[in-house]
């Protein structure tokens, strides 16, 4: 059997006429992408005409990126950012203390015990954040801080407690029924085998919805939180409308990069907890544990490796 029907569980190996179609619409989509691209910036910098009647250069003159040579145009934007990262690092510590506590209850044993929070998760999955976050707003009287915090770990929360729930469904049998056997109770059964296990293989998913947390701290902007979108108004009004563009993309800018970091940090994770991830490879050199059809052998698939002998 070849390398390319072993990869192909689900579906068929492309032909060479699926692959010549499957480039050639590559190569499409590339000039098409690339086609909007330039004529967005090309857009961007052709002088304008405002609405007096006078004449306005173009987003990237120099006339409108001045100001970022004016130290209090930065030290506005480093606490912008700061108060992102506050409002996205505590939201993300709660989010992930209730999704442990959402997995546990909708793990529980006596089929009673799921009812509770399988209602409380429904609700509060089925919750915009943004109308969360009004919510607590002005119920609780919390501050815009404390209302964005929780609305953001409440909803993320939820969401990572039905992903731990997934990865120890997931599990095999085997692994909590030989816990049991050994004389773990089960609830120490849970802590000690199957949830390390669930989150381990998770843990890509858990940081990927890390990263739709720090996107959503924008919300807060509704709500008055000083955080990094609302400085594109606040900053606009202070140097006024001429660097709205110019603040608009130096923030998209700061959130691209924060947000590329956390899922580059998440397609490590998957590389190195994901199936086959530290598992020895022997190259072989003939005989089982050979090559086959020049490919390496994982030892886990060969039959009998790792037994003692007979």
């Known amino acids: 059997m070849s390398a390319t ?4 569980v689900l579906y068929d190996a492309p032909g060479p006429k699926a692959r010549r179609l499957a480039r050639i619409i590559g190569v499409i989509v590339s000039v098409v992408v690339l086609g909007v691209l330039a ?13 007096s009647g006078g004449d306005l250069p173009g987003y990237f003159d ?20 700061l108060n992102t990262l506050k409002m996205a690092g505590l939201a993300a510590v709660l989010a992930i203390v209730i999704g442990v506590l959402f997995s546990f209850g909708r793990t529980a044993r006596p089929a009673v015990g799921r009812v509770p929070p399988t ?42 407690g039905e992903i731990l729930r997934s990865g120890i469904a997931a599990l095999p049998r085997g692994q909590r029924e030989a816990g049991l056997t050994i004389g773990l109770t089960p609830l120490r059964t849970r802590f000690l085998i199957e949830f390390p296990q669930a989150v381990r293989n998770m843990l890509p998913i858990i940081i990927a919805q890390l990263v739709v947390l720090l996107k959503d701290t924008a919300l807060a902007y509704v709500i008055a939180y ?18 709205r563009v110019t603040i608009f993309l130096i923030v998209l800018a700061i959130y691209l990069v924060m947000n ?32 086959l059809r020049g490919r390496e052998i994982d030892i886990a698939d060969v039959p009998g490796a790792g037994m003692g002998r007979t």
């Open 5 to 8: 029907s072993t990869s192909t």
């Open 39 to 51: 004529w967005v910036i090309v857009t961007l910098a052709l002088p304008r005409t405002s609405a």
């Open 62 to 81: 120099w006339s409108r990126w001045d100001i970022v040579n004016d130290r209090a145009f930065w030290r506005g934007v480093g606490n912008g950012y």
């Open 119 to 160: 209602v409380v998760l429904e609700f509060f999955l089925g919750m915009p954040v943004l109308l969360m976050m009004l919510f607590i707003l002005l119920v609780f009287s919390a501050g815009s801080y404390w209302a964005g915090v929780w609305a953001l770990a409440v909803y993320n929360g939820a969401i990572i």
């Open 226 to 243: 000083d955080e990094l979108l609302r400085l594109v108004p606040n900053l606009s009004n202070f140097y006024g409308n001429r660097y």
């Open 260 to 291: 590329l970091l956390l899922s580059w940090v998440a397609r490590i994770v998957a590389a190195r907890t994901g199936p086959g991830a530290g598992r020895p490879r022997i190259p072989g050199r003939g005989g089982i544990f050979g090559r």
